[in-house]
């Protein structure tokens, strides 16, 4: 107990006014100890203890706490009428009332002995507190008790000789010996743990404060001081962690903060085993490659479980379930092969993060799109950061990776760089915006690739003298093909295909298979590899894998290198044999105009673009099969045995100078176009009379007419 109180401490613990303190210590005359001169003017009074009224004496000493070499015991047992379930005062409890049972029995002695001696008993308690409150004499139970004043000890005195001295009542009158039971009444802990319990996490200081208005208000007395309160608070917390966790910040920190959970043995898995994925919105801007505006991208993860490496990554800036996959390729490609199982996260605040509406990720093809790779689909708990290894890496990327860019935002309002609070003009001046404008994807994929290698240098956690580099490298797998992993490749818009290819990402790809194509395709493509696409018809097979094609030098020939003199001369080879490729496809539909089984071959996508009016012709031509014209005058001629051996060897096993054996060969014809080919190829002074007329027939003919008009179309274009 202290033996000086300042008018400051008196108002705090008697939870009065200062002003309180002072009118009545004027009123009734308080000696002054003494005083002490302030600075800032004004005096600052210390009363003695003993010369306090009794009712003051009485309320400090209530108010006192336990000595604090005195171990209290914060589990007890269920309480009982004794205060313990076994009868018996807890261990702190006994330690106490043994020593002030032994200081009055030490007081009750010098008492007599001061009667022997003529002393009055004022003065012989004066002089028995000097020594015990000196330390000198009774050191151990001054250890244990503290300074007594005067009153306090002749209380105890009187409680043990009430008690037949019975030590156990001079037990201390605090609550914790009666297991937690506080003295606060029913009215106060209403009232009090009313406004507590309640998520908005009302401060316990501001609760006591209106507790003890309202009911001041109500006219219900509350004789708990404050601090009696808020040690009833502080036991409470400490008693009923899980009520008070869950009342105050609900059911995830409760499974955070409280609950038990499950310790699981890493060495049991190996490296590739199992791949946790997660999604982080990264804390710097970054260029949209669709916008070209600054955003902030996602980043999609996935980490070894075992090494605790980072093996797959890619960033988004869609809303696109696709972006997982995209990650889970990079992450197999590094493993170098396929996991066993996939860990993803189906919390609401991990696909918020990604996704908008109440979406459920095992309803949207992802274990039928692993399960093609043999990879078993596992999602975590909602709400349950312990089920996902991966949470931590996120905050040593954070502080190892997005603190050192120059476009870093802050994971906060608070953490913000000083350059973008409020009216920091000079940290501004210092620190220019213009360094620290968003970076391109490239340029931070590069980055994140360099820092995996400071990353991977880091130690394991739980395998001393190795590092995590060092567990990857030794479970990681052989090389995986990338074909194989295409259809895992994010997944774009629906694109069109102009002159120059496929326009993404401000460049243009170009495969051959693209020119003179229209449809509307789907590309595949690696943000961290943006030299090639995959194109893929709307039916989903492969069309062809386009090259990224930058701009020529405006005057390559006379100003650029070698390398774009080189390229010039390739695109414009590139050109000239497309334009051949279709001229001879022009002219090859032309020859088979009435073969219509060869005409259903022709790749009509590409013929339309060049020729639009052919098949309005081709129609024509086939609708004369039907008609009675003259295409049914084609001579009927057979051919011999001997005809057909001619035939078949050809012209050269004959002489020469042999007279006419081309006349005896009449080959066979399937079509009248074919059989007007073959008459058109012979000179005409060779043309029988009845050839002749067929030819004279055929011209009248649609058909014929129109062979005459593409032969005067085709001498036209020649002159």
Known sequence: ????????????????????????????????????????????????????????????????????????????????????????????AETIARARADLVVQFIAAREQGKRRGQSIRKTTDKFLAGYNSGVAFAEIHAALGDVSRPTLNRWRKDYEEADFNYTALAPSWGAHRNGASTLTADEQKVLFDQLAHQNRIKVGTAIQLTKYILEQRGIPSPSSPRTMRRAVERFKKQHQNVWTFYREGEKALIDKVLPYIERDDDQLAVGDVLVADGHVCNFFVTNPWTGRPCRPMLIGFYDWKSRVLVGWDLGFTENTQLIASALRRGILTLGMTPKVVLLDNGKAFKSKVFTGDLDLAQCGFAGMFARLNIKTVFAWPYNARSKPIERFFQDFGNQFERYLPSFCGSSINDKPASMMRNEKLMKEMYDNAKAKPLD????????????????????????????????????????DPETLTYLMMDAKVKRIGRNGIRFLHADYFHDALYGFRNEVVIRYDLQDISRIHVYLKTGDHLCTAERRKAIHPMAAHLGDAQDVSELKHRISEIRSLKNQTTRLAKKSLQIQNSMDAVNELPWNRIIEISPDLPDQLERISGEHDSANAAKQIPEVSASTQQHEEIQQGPDTLEPDSPGPEENIVPLFSTEYEYYEYLADKPKNQLTQEETEWLETFYQTETGAQVLRNSGRAVNEED
């Open 1 to 92: 107990m202290k033996t000086e109180w300042s008018i400051e401490e008196l108002a705090d613990h008697l939870n009065v006014t200062v002003r309180g303190i002072r009118k009545r210590a004027g009123d009734q005359n308080w000696p002054v100890q003494h005083q002490k001169k302030l600075r800032g003017g004004g005096s600052k009074y210390f009363f003695r203890f003993d010369d306090l009224p009794k009712d003051v004496q009485v309320k400090l000493v209530a108010q006192e706490p336990p000595p604090a070499s005195v171990a209290i015991n914060a589990s007890l047992p269920a309480p009982t009428s004794d205060g313990r379930s076994d009868g018996r005062l807890p261990d702190w």
């Open 441 to 480: 994807v490239q340029t931070v994929l590069k980055g994140m690739g360099e820092w995996w290698k400071y990353h991977a240098w880091q130690p394991h956690p739980t395998l001393k003298g190795q590092t995590k580099g060092d567990v990857f490298e030794a479970g990681r797998g052989a090389d995986v």
